[in-house]
């Protein structure tokens, strides 16, 4: 046993083999959002579709709103330009 003492969480040996092989190359992963999502466990999983449809149910209340607060401006371009 060496001198130093170490930690469960000491990654000071692991941060220099990051990204090392036998070839020196490091390997490629498949990070994709698919393969990401298959391999992720159910809870995980039930948490990415939550975000997705509170993202989903956001950006429509944000479009709803600029949709109607760009009525009354176009409404008013329409009535001050009316003649009679």
């Known amino acids: 046993m060496t001198g130093r003492?170490?930690?469960?969480?000491?990654?000071?040996g692991a941060i220099g083999q990051i990204g090392r092989t036998e070839t020196g190359i490091a390997p490629a992963h498949d990070l994709s959002l698919t393969v990401l999502f298959a391999a992720a466990v159910p809870v995980?999983?039930?948490v990415l579709v939550i975000l997705g449809l509170a993202s989903v149910a956001c950006w429509t209340i944000v479009f709803?709103?600029?949709?109607?607060?760009?009525?009354?401006?176009?409404s008013?371009?329409?009535i001050t330009s009316f003649k009679l």
Request: aromatic share 4%; proline share 8%.
């Open 76 to 78: 008013a371009v329409l």
């Open 5 to 12: 003492r170490t930690t469960p969480f000491d990654l000071s």
């Open 64 to 74: 709803e709103k600029l949709v109607r607060l760009g009525r009354p401006a176009r």
């Open 44 to 46: 995980v999983k039930a």
